[in-house]
Nanobody
Framework: QLQLVESGGGLVQPGGSLRLSCVAS????????IGWFRRAPGKEREGVSC????????RYADSVKGRFTISRDNAQNTAYLQMADLKPEDTGVYYC??????????????WGQGTQVTVSS
């Protein structure tokens, strides 16, 4: 069973940066599409970014394009979300998730426990 653990969240000022990590265990990450999602206070969970398991192609929500970068290091069984120029509206709990089918999977079957990101002055 694939298990995912996120880390790297914290409190940062607007305009700051954070890098989130998602470490996988129990199975190799090579076989999975990795998505990052977030849930802001009082809002539904939304997809932030996703990276393919086949060609490394990426996709981003419009709200984070140009500021966030998703990547993966299969040798380390880890995925990352580099976040720059953070805004207060980026505040939320960030989750990584994995799917073997695609980045369009409506129901990623594997999820981490989440890491809190707070952007505030």
């Amino acid at each position: 069973q694939l298990q995912l653990v996120e880390s790297g969240g914290g409190l940062v000022q607007p305009g700051g940066s954070l890098r989130l990590s998602c470490v996988a265990s129990g199975y190799t990450l090579d076989y999975y599409y990795i998505g990052w999602f977030r849930r802001a206070p009082g809002k539904e969970r939304e997809g932030v970014s996703c990276i393919s398991r086949t060609d490394g192609s990426t996709r981003y929500a419009d709200s984070v394009k140009g500021r966030f970068t998703i990547s993966r290091d299969n040798a380390q069984n880890t995925a990352y979300l580099q976040m720059a120029d953070l805004k207060p509206e980026d505040t939320g709990v960030y989750y990584c998730a994995a799917s073997r089918s695609s980045c369009s999977d409506p129901k990623f079957p594997f999820w981490g426990q989440g890491t809190q990101v707070t952007v505030s002055s």
